[in-house]
């Protein structure tokens, strides 16, 4: 323990090159193994000291103290002490993100990225943006914001982790403030399987809250052809069908091809099925024809996992509202032995949800 704190006072901005860049080679190893983790985030300084080198003039001692906190951030039995209010992490890594000439903004990206997977952290960065979501969705609709050629793809998984919290959410789905309506234009990005799954997550984490549901299938949002088009396929339908189909899904020409990515086609198929929750829901995508497409996506689909959730999704809009008979599936009584069987899987889509 004397060697790691003699190891952070070399960890300064004016601490000579040689002799920092040494430290923080060594410091670095000790980020790769779970007692090295322990022994740098129990000592006074570290993590204050690493966010510090973010800003060195020298390239590679910022580099090397962003992978740290990668590193760091990724153990979530350290992301409390890394949270700490002396670490101020959080707040370093929102201003480099916020300032467009920070060639760290990615790395910066990926530091919140990890602690949001916990509750914790995902409180505490919400807390940090003081109520300005915005500013980041902003920051993160603006493909070209970094100039130094960050793409903060990661950010996109920050606003998802975000999403497994009520008052986020509520924020995101504030009609007034237009946050969702600029996101759901990711639902479909090509260039990055990070920035479009986790777009999709929290669009999935939003459609759990039933009573936004017309807000999301409204005109304002025009969820349902974002959620389909990925899901289509180069499939020609009749005019009768063609023409229930909504406006953006019709003649998609013979080069239109499937999302790749089996999770994300899941991820899809259990928005569609959250927001079937509904009778509203329910009705609106029948109105749309939404069957039609999950019918080629059937005929298409090779696996298992996805097939399972799009089975079931076809099976409530196949069925009578007489038949389903309840206007919210989520406000129906589970018997005790079935919630129990809940309770037992919940660790694991609780998981799932802020990851």
């Given at each position: 323990?004397?060697?790691?704190?003699?190891?952070?006072?070399?960890?300064?901005?004016?601490?000579?090159?040689?002799?920092?860049?040494?430290?923080?080679?060594?410091?670095?190893?000790?980020?790769?193994?779970?007692?090295?983790?322990?022994?740098?985030?129990?000592?006074?300084?570290?993590?204050?000291?690493?966010?510090?080198?973010?800003?060195?003039?020298?390239?590679?001692?910022?580099?090397?103290?962003?992978?740290?906190?990668i590193n760091l951030s990724a153990d979530e039995d350290v992301i409390p002490a890394?949270?700490?209010?002396?670490?101020?992490?959080?707040?370093?890594?929102?201003?480099?993100?916020?300032?467009?000439?920070?060639?760290?903004?990615?790395?910066?990206?990926?530091?919140?990225?990890?602690?949001?997977?916990?509750?914790?952290?995902?409180?505490?960065?919400?807390?940090?943006?003081?109520?300005?979501?915005?500013?980041?969705?902003?920051?993160?609709?603006?493909?070209?914001?970094?100039?130094?050629?960050?793409?903060?793809?990661?950010?996109?998984?920050?606003?998802?982790?975000?999403?497994?919290?009520?008052?986020?959410?509520?924020?995101?789905?504030?009609?007034?403030?237009?946050?969702?309506?600029?996101?759901?234009?990711?639902?479909?990005?090509?260039?990055?399987?990070?920035?479009?799954?986790?777009?999709?997550?929290?669009?999935?984490?939003?459609?759990?809250?039933?009573?936004?549901?017309?807000?999301?299938?409204?005109?304002?949002?025009?969820?349902?052809?974002?959620?389909?088009?990925?899901?289509?396929?180069?499939?020609?339908?009749?005019?009768?069908?063609?023409?229930?189909?909504?406006?953006?899904?019709?003649?998609?020409?013979?080069?239109?091809?499937?999302?790749?990515?089996?999770?994300?086609?899941?991820?899809?198929?259990?928005?569609?099925?959250?927001?079937?929750?509904?009778?509203?829901?329910?009705?609106?995508?029948?109105?749309?024809?939404?069957?039609?497409?999950?019918?080629?996506?059937?005929?298409?689909?090779?696996?298992?996992?996805?097939?399972?959730?799009?089975?079931?999704?076809?099976?409530?809009?196949?069925?009578?509202?007489?038949?389903?008979?309840?206007?919210?599936?989520?406000?129906?009584?589970?018997?005790?032995?079935?919630?129990?069987?809940?309770?037992?899987?919940?660790?694991?889509?609780?998981?799932?949800?802020?990851?």
């Amino acid at each position: 323990m004397t060697e790691i704190k003699e190891l952070s006072q070399f960890l300064a901005l004016d601490v000579r090159l040689d002799v920092k860049a040494l430290a923080l080679q060594q410091t670095l190893g000790l980020t790769g193994t779970t007692d090295g983790r322990h022994l740098l985030i129990n000592t006074p300084c570290i993590v204050k000291n690493l966010c510090q080198l973010l800003n060195d003039g020298q390239n590679s001692v910022a580099k090397d103290a962003s992978l740290a906190l990668i590193n760091l951030s990724a153990d979530e039995d350290v992301i409390p002490a890394l949270l700490a209010e002396a670490t101020n992490i959080v707040e370093h890594m929102l201003k480099i993100i916020s300032n467009p000439e920070h060639n760290l903004a990615d790395p910066a990206c990926m530091v919140l990225s990890n602690l949001t997977r916990t509750k914790l952290g995902s409180e505490k960065v919400f807390q940090s943006m003081e109520g300005n979501l915005d500013k980041y969705i902003d920051i993160f609709c603006q493909e070209k914001y970094n100039k130094k050629g960050a793409r903060l793809h990661y950010l996109a998984s920050v606003l998802s982790n975000l999403s497994q919290l009520p008052a986020a959410r509520s924020y995101i789905l504030d009609p007034s403030r237009s946050c969702l309506q600029r996101l759901v234009s990711f639902t479909d990005y090509k260039d990055s399987i990070c920035r479009r799954g986790a777009v999709l997550g929290l669009i999935k984490n939003c459609c759990f809250d039933t009573d936004h549901h017309e807000f999301l299938l409204s005109e304002a949002v025009d969820l349902l052809p974002k959620l389909l088009i990925p899901l289509a396929g180069p499939e020609e339908f009749d005019e009768e069908d063609n023409d229930k189909l909504p406006i953006d899904l019709q003649y998609l020409g013979e080069e239109k091809t499937r999302e790749p990515d089996p999770d994300i086609r899941k991820m899809l198929l259990e928005a569609l099925t959250q927001l079937c929750a509904t009778k509203f829901g329910r009705e609106y995508l029948r109105s749309k024809n939404t069957y039609v497409i999950l019918r080629e996506l059937h005929k298409w689909e090779k696996n298992e996992n996805v097939l399972v959730v799009l089975e079931h999704l076809v099976n409530i809009l196949i069925r009578f509202e007489h038949e389903i008979g309840h206007d919210n599936l989520k406000e129906i009584e589970v018997p005790d032995e079935i919630t129990e069987k809940f309770n037992a899987l919940e660790p694991a889509l609780e998981k799932e949800l802020i990851s």
